[in-house]
């Protein structure tokens, strides 16, 4: 008996839905999205830029967009609300920013 003697016999009746091997997130993922202005003071100049993000973004992600937008190493600064320094391992929402909050990007020489 060969392979080929089953071949007519199989019936594909339904696939079923390829199921994720990746753990669940702790967070929800559905967070709020809100409209931030984040100006750098690194640099000849001050630059402002107006970004819309979720606030269940972690800190650090959101610190990737910015180093892409300012050209800047996002090893070269920090994120300050409200004279507060974020940290990186942070979700947004930890720190409760709001619709048209200014966040600072200062230098990593300078934060404490």
């Known amino acids: 008996m060969s392979f080929d003697d089953f071949d007519e016999d199989l019936e594909l009746v339904g696939e ?3 199921k994720s091997k990746t753990p669940a997130s702790k967070r929800p993922s559905a ?5 931030l202005y984040f100006m750098s ?9 107006k970004l819309t993000v979720n606030n269940s973004n972690r800190v650090k992600d959101i610190k990737q967009t910015l180093g892409n937008l300012f050209g800047l190493n996002p090893n070269d600064f920090h ?3 409200g004279g507060v320094t974020m940290d990186e391992g942070s979700h947004l929402d930890d ?8 966040i600072l990007l200062i230098p990593a020489s300078t934060a404490g």
């Open 41 to 49: 003071t690194i640099g000849p100049g001050e630059k402002k830029e």
């Open 79 to 81: 994120l300050s609300s």
């Open 95 to 102: 720190y409760s920013v709001s619709d048209g909050d200014d």
């Open 31 to 35: 967070g709020k999205k809100v409209t």
């Open 16 to 18: 079923e839905p390829v």
